[in-house]
Structures are given as structure tokens and as C-alpha cells.
């Protein structure tokens, strides 16, 4: 199975000095990343670091308290007036947001669908593809993720693997410029995951810009081109795998990795 680029836009991801706190817990803390197009980028760290919230800042699932995130030099979630941003209207931040489509830990697929309703119901709601042309677009994305044959399944019906690969297509049938993923593969058993990452390895193959927070280190070595670790809201290392995962610089991603690879 090999997956074509999405699109031909460019899917640059700036992250400038984000902060985001819940109540006095700061969570986020000066976070500066950019990612090119077509980076694989994969986000390691404890639990509690503050990964899935970096995450959820790019399409603005998240506000932040301070900063900026832009894809292609665009605010998801914001717009410029002088020197101050202010929060879009709901209908703005979601026309922006299916620029980055997002891969959540637990599939959040509709119940009361089919896997093909599910695929087809976001390129409708938002008007991006009339009702006929995204289910045949969701018709495709199911076969290329290999669950052809399971198109009129709901998600009951379905392995926590297929629900995943399920919410996969959905995410790639807004055509985004950049893809999430908030470890893709927590919530399966261990001999689901397999399904899932080959899916993930294609789309990295493919050209499009991805986002991966992961626990499955082996996997990270194999597909990302930059791995990033983060603690305490702080990006404290970055660089290529075979660097950062054999020869970290900084005292806590030893650590890290000295227990998770144990």
C-alpha cells in the first residue's frame, strides 16, 4: 500500500514561544519548534511533559496563554491587528483547522455511523466536497488503509486496529497540509498496533507532514527524520534518531530512555 501526498501545499509548522498554563500549572513553557514540509517529527517524553498539549495547540484544540503556532504562516486559531492576536469565531477556527488533521489516542469515531459515514461526514459539514464526491473519496481512503471490505461495518463491528485506521481516513479526507498523531497506539492491544503503524509508515513515506506523539521507540527510530523529547513543557533535546537515541546529550533523555528501553 503506498499513500500519495495529500496535497501540494507545503504544511510548515512554526511553534514561537508558547506558554499554556491550567490554573498555576504551567504546562507549556517557552516552546519554540519549527518543522519543515514533509518532516516526520516524532514527540517523546514521561507522561504529565506536556506532548499531547503541544499537539492540540497546532490546530487549536488548545489555546495558548502566550505565543504563536502558524502552518504556512497562517494562525489556526487566531487572527493579527497590530500587535495583538484575537480568537477567531467558531466557524473561522474550524474552517482553518482542516488544515491539520488530528489522530486521537481513542478513535472518537461517531458510533451511530458506519466507517464510511464516518470518513465522508467532515469533508460534508464543512463544505469542502459535496455529499456524493466524499463518499466516493471515502470509498478510496478505506481501501487505501485496507479496510475496503469494511466500509458499511460500525465501529462496533470493528478491532481497535480497524477503528484506528478508520479514524485515520477521516482525518486524511480533508486533504490537510499537516497530520497529528496523539499516540496513535495506546489504546490497542499489542497485536493491533502493527496494522496501525504500517498505515503511519506510508504516510511518512508519502511526502506530508507529520506530527507523531508515540511511546513506541522502535517506531520513532524507524520513520521520523527529527525526534524531540520534552519535560516539564520544555523541549530540553532534539535531533536526528540515531543521535538522540543512542547518544543523548541532555541528563534527562538518558534517564528517559535508560527506562523505557529497559
Request: net charge negative; aromatic share 4%; charged share 25%.
Amino acid at each position: 500500500m503506498t499513500i500519495a501526498p495529500l496535497t501540494e501545499t507545503r504544511g510548515l509548522v512554526e511553534i514561537h514561544n508558547v506558554h499554556k498554563s491550567y490554573g498555576g500549572l504551567e504546562v507549556l513553557s517557552g516552546i519554540d519548534l519549527t518543522v519543515q514540509p514533509g518532516e516526520v517529527v516524532a514527540i517523546l517524553g514521561p507522561s504529565g511533559s506536556g506532548k499531547s498539549t503541544l499537539l492540540r495547540t497546532i490546530n487549536h484544540l488548545e489555546s495558548v496563554d502566550r505565543g504563536s503556532v502558524t502552518v504556512d504562516g497562517q494562525l489556526i486559531g487566531y487572527e493579527r491587528r497590530g500587535d495583538r492576536l484575537y480568537e477567531l469565531r467558531e466557524k473561522e477556527i474550524l474552517k482553518r483547522r482542516t488544515q491539520v488533521g488530528i489522530v486521537f489516542q481513542n478513535f472518537n469515531l461517531f458510533p451511530h455511523l458506519t466507517a464510511v459515514e464516518n470518513v465522508t461526514e467532515a469533508p460534508v459539514a464543512t463544505g469542502l466536497r459535496e455529499k456524493d464526491a466524499a463518499r466516493s473519496l471515502a470509498l478510496s481512503l478505506l481501501e487505501r488503509v485496507g479496510l475496503g471490505d469494511k466500509a458499511e461495518h460500525f465501529p462496533r463491528q470493528l478491532s481497535g486496529g480497524q477503528q484506528q485506521r478508520v479514524a485515520i481516513a477521516r482525518a486524511l479526507a480533508l486533504s490537510p497540509k499537516v497530520l497529528l498523531f496523539d499516540e496513535p497506539t495506546s489504546a490497542l492491544d499489542p497485536e493491533l498496533v502493527g496494522e496501525v503503524l504500517d498505515v503511519i509508515r506510508d504516510l511518512a513515506r508519502s511526502g506530508t507532514t507529520l506530527i507523531i506523539v508515540t511511546h513506541e521507540i522502535g517506531f520513532a527510530r524507524e520513520v521520523a527524520d527529527r525526534i524531540v523529547f520534552v519535560d516539564g513543557g520544555r523541549i530540553l533535546e532534539q535531533g536526528p534518531p540515531e543521535r538522540v537515541l543512542v547518544d543523548p546529550e541532555h541528563p534527562r533523555t538518558r534517564e528517559f530512555l535508560a527506562k523505557v528501553l529497559a
